[in-house]
């Protein structure tokens, strides 16, 4: 069972709570919530939505080989990796390494989207041969995506042969079942964003050179009129079948506000979209089966990667029923309502979830090679080392709004929760003058009984029911995406522990004294606790430092899954593995604090990137 289903049941008992209808187990599960985000100090309201997700969350998720397939988006190699991207990637890679904790068989690709008007003219800028120039672009991706601990289990490029034959597949079953026909398209075209717009997605602006232009209203990017005889997918079909579909599983989009936001775009009549371009203005791609004249659209060509990957169309079944999406916020239409109508017309299953996230500015300004803000994510991961990188991304990245990036936030973050707060903790708790024979201390539930009467006070029980609710709410924000919000409860834990050890000061305790010796070792074997469980659960955000932790504490992979979040057995009168086992070796600082001229001085901004 994973630690919500088990926590969850367990209150449930514990407040003897008959699970007649559907409302009475919403009420239970609200009054759940609330006591939970209580322990640990979060925010009280908690939607209905919320609710409903933890009871869909209390099937029992433990059968081990259970698929769990996740996706990044393909990126476009028309520039080079930023962090943007990297924080699409990390997202997802956290959601695969939490997904594998839990038990399951859990896949996880990534890869490049090379096709189309926007790469082809960025090869030509370039004066190199298209695939030369995607070739060297994917690779840097891939590097960077390596040396930031992304552990894709597949990668894909646009142009390679399997996927060439699944986009053929897929577009003739399209075909042959009706929903692509010859027309004309004729209206607003944006080539950064590879989109067709409608003349209300447009408005009028003035270029550098004072030319009045139209741009997209939610990129900004300059639009152009085309008109050009090319193939049509029957979009407007699928409308009531998407709604349908959204409003009977509100869970499909998350964070919920994204859900409302692609309801809203579904008021509104969608036209018909253009699937092809004529082969005279687009080369690069691939052409439609049966009809050199007409090459097939980007966007068609590379959602279809999802698909490729998993083997499509030869044995995707297995995976194809458990797919789950994350996308940046500006790609959420292609991938709430293009992707699944297409799906819907090929007769295959919707995803089951599209995790949505906002963007990165720099500096409170949109990140932009002429603006020369572009964060490079290499330069990045040399300042604040790879987990360093990864927690500031994932604590201060809130998916529901933009966020802003920049070095002395990175810095200062690091410092008070990785240096500071977890480190010292760690520092403190292990070290060989507090505990000189390096074992893990024992537990007297004398000194720590379950009524206050023994040396324990009262906020140590606050603290400790912090820590027991803690697997339960992390693991409820990261199914909603609420990574920060995890990373905010667990936080919150670690200074009460650090509260906890301050208040009792082990080090003024006199190990020659039986009593104090005692109540010492519980101190340390409580703070150890903590740890545990804070390693456990910090594994998906920061790998490295994660296994640090738990490395330190004797901990072995075995005992790291989600299934390990037992805390503090030795309270509940059960045994505890760990007590009296070895200590593992002590690997020094858990994170180095981060000066800031050291910061501010290799503060340099990307280098030469691909042209956009
Ligand atoms: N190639 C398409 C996706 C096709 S998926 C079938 C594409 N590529 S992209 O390179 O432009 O973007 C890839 C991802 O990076 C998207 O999720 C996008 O939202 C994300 N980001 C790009 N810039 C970003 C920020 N500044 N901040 C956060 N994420 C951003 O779209």
Redesign the pocket.
């Known amino acids: 069972m994973t630690a919500l289903t088990r926590m969850f049941s367990h209150a449930l008992h514990s407040s003897c709570v008959v699970m007649r209808s559907p409302c009475c187990l919403l009420t239970s599960t609200k009054t759940l919530i609330l006591r939970l985000s209580r322990h640990a100090r979060l925010p009280r309201v908690y939607s209905i939505y919320h609710c409903q997700a933890l009871r869909c969350f209390c099937t029992d998720h433990s059968q081990s080989s259970k698929p769990y397939y996740i996706t990044?988006?393909?990126?476009?190699v028309n520039a080079s990796p930023?962090?943007?991207?990297v924080?699409?990637a990390v997202t997802a890679d956290c959601l695969h390494r939490f997904k594998l904790l839990q038990g399951y068989n859990s896949r996880f690709s990534t890869g490049t989207?090379e096709h189309g008007l926007k790469i082809q003219q960025a090869a030509s800028n370039a004066g190199e041969d298209p695939l030369n120039f995607c070739t060297e672009v994917s690779q840097s991706f891939k590097h960077v995506f390596q040396r930031c601990g992304i552990l894709y289990t597949d990668y894909i490029r646009t142009t390679e042969k399997r996927h060439r034959q699944a986009v053929e597949h897929f577009w003739t079953v399209l075909h042959s079942k009706g929903f692509i026909y010859k027309g004309t398209y004729e209206g607003w075209y944006s080539t950064p964003d590879e989109s067709f717009l409608t003349p209300t997605q447009v408005i009028d602006r003035i270029d550098s050179e004072g030319k009045p232009i139209k741009v997209s209203m939610e990129s900004g990017h300059k639009v152009e009129w085309m008109k050009e005889d090319n193939y049509m997918f029957r979009l407007s079909d699928f409308r009531t079948e998407l709604l349908h579909w959204l409003r009977l599983n509100p869970n499909i989009i998350r964070p919920v506000k994204f859900h409302h936001l692609v309801l809203q775009w579904l008021e509104d009549e969608i036209p018909d979209l253009s699937v092809s371009r004529q082969k005279s203005r687009l080369q690069w791609g691939i052409p439609v089966p049966g009809d050199p004249e007409q090459v097939i659209y980007v966007?068609l060509d590379?959602?279809v990667?999802?698909l490729t990957i998993v083997n499509y169309p030869q044995n995707h079944s297995q995976w194809w029923t458990s797919v789950h999406h994350v996308?940046?916020?500006?790609?959420l239409k292609?991938h709430a309502i293009y992707w699944p109508a297409f799906l819907l017309a090929a007769g295959l299953p919707l995803p089951q979830t599209i995790f949505v996230?906002?963007?990165?500015?720099v500096e409170g300004k949109k990140?932009s090679k002429s603006l020369g803000n572009v964060i490079n994510p290499l330069d990045a991961m040399e300042k604040f080392t790879v987990d360093g990188l990864r927690y500031f991304l994932l604590r201060q990245g809130v998916p529901d709004s933009d966020c802003d990036y920049y070095d002395d936030k990175v810095n200062k973050m690091c410092n008070s929760e990785l240096a500071d707060a977890l480190g010292g903790l760690l520092n403190r708790c292990t070290a060989p003058s507090l505990n000189p024979t390096q074992v893990y201390p024992h537990f007297c539930n004398t000194c720590f009984p379950k009524e206050l009467c023994g040396k324990a006070v009262s906020e140590d029980y606050r603290m400790l029911e912090a820590v027991s609710a803690l697997p339960v709410l992390v693991e409820l924000h990261f199914e909603n995406l609420h990574i920060y919000k995890a990373l905010e409860a667990i936080s919150a834990c670690i200074r009460l522990t650090n509260a906890f050890v301050q208040r009792h000061a082990p080090w003024k305790l006199d190990r020659k004294d039986p009593g104090d010796q005692r109540w010492l070792d519980t101190i340390l074997h409580v703070s150890l606790e903590c740890l545990r469980i804070y390693g456990i659960l910090l594994q998906p955000v920061v790998p490295d430092l994660a296994d640090k932790i738990l490395s330190r504490l004797g901990v072995t992979p075995e005992e790291r899954n989600w299934d390990s979040l037992n805390f503090l057995m030795r309270y509940e009168g059960r045994d505890c593995g760990l007590e009296g086992r070895a200590l593992g070796p002590d690997l020094g600082v858990l994170f180095n604090r981060l000066e800031r001229s050291q910061v501010k001085g290799r503060t340099h901004k990307m280098a030469k990137s691909k042209s956009q």
């Open positions: 990044t988006p393909i990126f476009y930023h962090i943007g991207h924080y699409s989207d966007w590379a959602l990667n999802y996308v940046g916020k500006d790609i292609f996230h906002s963007h990165w500015t990140m």
